[in-house]
């Protein structure tokens, strides 16, 4: 077995630990952030695979794929914003947005009309009702608890919020948005529960994250530290053999 296939590919699984952990402190503030989990093979499972190969070729293989990553869909903490329009998502699902490329989902609520009518969300992207795209005119309208759309003492429209059977596995696609990617929708139907003027926070906790990126680096450094002490010790029985 050559330690030093183990030892870089550990390297390798730290830099995207890095790398998630680098993108969830950057959206510490980003209201419906969901924070990014790398998600790889245990060490032991690697030393063991890398063990019952017969060359490093082999042994890079038996070591497996890169890191995948995951979302941590846990609902973040809620804060007041004291505006109607502000709409949070208590418990599952998430609000659907209509783009050129197909839906997005997003928990962040802080919606508003455009100069069409059209009631949009982050990045001005038109949220999807039950029956299509919500328009509204200029009168002064209410989100309920239950989702519905109410204007001029009438129900308009009702907010689609939708779930899914493995939310881990939504792709990220900026602004606390994200793509369908793995995940499934759960066409069970259900009500939503809406908190009318507050806005979820991110799920991340940014001193947590600090703590896993000192553990991840001071990891990186150990690995380093075994392929330099290997290099070094294959240099001496080098120069060893070169004296006989």
Not at 51 to 64: I, K, N, R, T
Not at 100 to 126: C, H, I, M, N, W
Not at 165 to 185: D, H
Request: hydrophobic share 40%; proline share 5%; aromatic share 6%.
């Amino acid at each position: 077995m050559d330690i030093t296939v183990v030892a870089a590919h550990a390297m390798q699984q730290d830099a995207a630990r890095l790398q998630g952990i680098a993108q969830n402190l950057g959206n510490a503030l980003t209201p419906g952030y969901k924070k990014q989990l790398s998600v790889g093979a245990g060490f032991a499972a690697q030393f063991s695979a890398a063990g019952a190969a017969s060359a490093p070729a082999q042994a890079s293989q038996a070591l497996g794929a890169p890191m995948r990553v995951v979302l941590d869909a846990s609902s973040g903490t809620l804060r007041g914003t004291g505006n109607g329009s502000d709409v949070a998502i208590d418990g599952d699902g998430f609000f659907e947005l209509s783009t050129p490329s197909g839906p997005l989902y997003t928990r962040r609520g802080a919606l508003r009309l455009d100069a069409a009518g059209r009631l949009v969300g982050p990045q001005e992207r038109p949220v999807m009702g039950s029956s299509g795209t919500v328009v509204l005119n200029g009168d002064p309208f209410k989100i309920m608890p239950n989702g519905d759309i109410v204007q001029g003492g009438s129900t308009v429209a009702r907010l689609r919020v939708v779930r899914f059977q493995e939310p881990g596995l939504l792709e990220p696609a900026g602004a606390g948005s994200y793509a369908l990617g793995g995940a499934t929708l759960d066409e069970a139907p259900f009500v939503p529960r809406l908190r009318i003027g507050y806005e979820e926070n991110s799920n991340v906790d940014s001193a947590r994250e600090m703590v896993n990126m000192t553990e991840t680096m001071r990891h990186f450094e150990a690995m380093q530290k075994i392929v330099q002490g290997y290099d070094e010790l294959l240099e001496k029985s080098i120069r060893k053999l070169g004296e006989f």
